[in-house]
């Protein structure tokens, strides 16, 4: 894991998720959200994770109060933290009987056991969706697309991929 670029690693970590069942939409970058990476769907529940590819250090409490915050302003139901390194004691104090969980560098091998074997760290490998189709690579830049809807305009609603490096590539490609 110690050479997956931060990108790959929230696919990897998306992945894992869906192999557990959870529909996944992937915020994909920077975007000022709360530092939200990925929103999660089972049923009528969303859970909002973030992903901190952090080996040298600890993630600090600061950052379990930020999902928390926001999981509180979207009505999420939970939410987790998922990391490569390790938490601190007051990020850990903090999680407990807030519906967050923290997924750290040694309990993250569960969640990714089955993602693993089909993404390879070294090149960005086709990853499956619930429907089990690939994930295709951007055109233009070869990073992973996303699956995204559109929000206005005559395809409202139609499904397509997306660049996941948007705005900086507007790559878009159809849904099929």
């Avoid at 969303?46 to 952090?54: A, G, P, S, Y």
């Avoid at 979207?74 to 999680?95: K, L, M, N, P």
Wanted: net charge positive; glycine share 10%; charged share 20%.
């Amino acid at each position: 894991m110690a050479s997956l670029t931060w990108q790959q690693f929230e696919s990897l970590v998306a992945e894992g998720f869906r192999q557990r069942g959870f529909t996944v939409a992937e915020k994909g970058g920077a975007a000022p959200e709360g530092g939200v990476d990925l929103i999660l769907a089972r049923g009528t529940e969303r859970f909002l994770v973030q992903c901190k590819q952090w080996r040298a250090q600890r993630v600090p409490v600061t950052i379990v109060q930020e999902l928390y915050g926001v999981m509180a302003a979207e009505h999420a139901a939970g939410g987790y933290v998922v990391t490569s390194g390790r938490f601190t004691q007051d990020a850990i104090s903090f999680a407990e009987g807030r519906n967050i969980e923290l997924i750290d560098g040694k309990t993250l091998p569960a969640l990714l056991r089955e993602a693993n074997n089909q993404a390879s760290a070294s090149t960005i490998a086709p990853l499956t969706n619930t429907k089990h189709t690939s994930v295709p690579a951007c055109p233009r830049c070869r990073a992973p697309m996303v699956a995204r809807a559109a929000k206005r305009g005559a395809n409202l609603g139609s499904e397509f991929w997306g660049c996941r490096r948007y705005p900086k590539c507007t790559a878009t490609l159809a849904k099929i």
